[in-house]
């Protein structure tokens, strides 16, 4: 095998890995990868692309290789990212290896929000849900500090325990122990409308709305299993907020 084709199965790859774990659609994915491949004079190339993992193969050599889908999560920006180099590299732009070492600089150095930022934004997020869901102008401080807090809460854990579930439910169960601490000061007037807006940045919409583009583009194997993580990660904010209402609820309202 050339080190040409080595180059194009490890730059596939790359572009599949971060779009995947980046929360694109599969279709968009296999459709990335098969297009640098087209580009790269490989026109007979195969993918398939699952949540987990990511299989790329050239038919003219009969060789392939896999790839780990270890992470998943959303960030839009590093898909954009990808979608323009491809763009470049079909415009013949940039070569292949200045595509792969772009590709992996977009890997490791992309820039994020500042965690202040992101906490500032969950908080107004949650309070201005809040209140298009029927709230009331008494909660929307309140709410924004509870949204902000949770999702806060959430960002720590999951950077001090890696264990997947447990961060959403424990910022759930917090949610539901401020909501009627709130209400029992007098500080808040609803419980009802603070757990909604509060949780809004938990729900896992993009995760839902992605796993239904998938099956019904045909890939019943990754929609189901990133269907399934959302319907856990919903599960996980239900019973948080059920303990908390269940443990606290009764005694302190």
């Known amino acids: ?24 659609e599969v279709y968009r994915v296999e459709d990335t990868m098969n297009r640098i491949a087209t580009n790269a004079n490989e026109p007979d190339s195969i993918s398939y692309v699952t949540a987990t993992g990511i299989f790329m193969g050239l038919r003219s050599s009969h060789y392939a290789q896999v790839e780990n889908v270890a992470e998943r999560s959303i960030d839009l920006e590093k898909v954009v990212a990808v ?7 079909a415009e013949k732009k940039i070569d292949l290896l200045t595509l792969h070492n772009s590709l992996k600089k977009i890997d490791y150095d992309t820039p994020r929000f500042p965690v202040w930022l992101q906490v500032l934004s969950a908080g107004f997020l949650s309070c201005l849900l809040m209140y298009i869901f029927g709230g009331t102008l008494r909660d929307f401080i309140p709410t924004f500090l509870v949204g902000g807090f949770a999702y806060y809460l959430k960002y720590a854990v999951n950077k001090l325990i890696n264990l ?7 910022a759930s169960f917090f949610i539901g122990l401020l909501a009627i601490l ?56 239900g019973v948080g907020i059920a303990s908390a209402l269940i443990f606290f609820g009764g005694t302190i309202l």
């Open 164 to 170: 997947r579930f447990f961060d959403t439910f424990l």
């Open 83 to 89: 979608n323009q180099l491809s763009r470049e590299f």
């Open 182 to 237: 709130f209400v029992k000061l007098q500080l808040a007037g609803n419980v009802d409308n603070i757990i909604i807006g509060a949780v809004m940045p938990l729900v896992p919409g993009v995760a839902i709305t992605t796993s239904f583009r998938d099956i019904l583009a045909g890939h019943l194997i990754s929609g189901l299993a990133r269907g399934t993580e959302a319907v856990i990660v919903a599960a996980s904010i």
């Open 1 to 24: 095998m050339t080190a040409s084709r080595e180059l194009i199965l490890e730059t596939c790859l790359l572009a599949g890995k971060i779009m995947m774990e980046s929360g694109s």
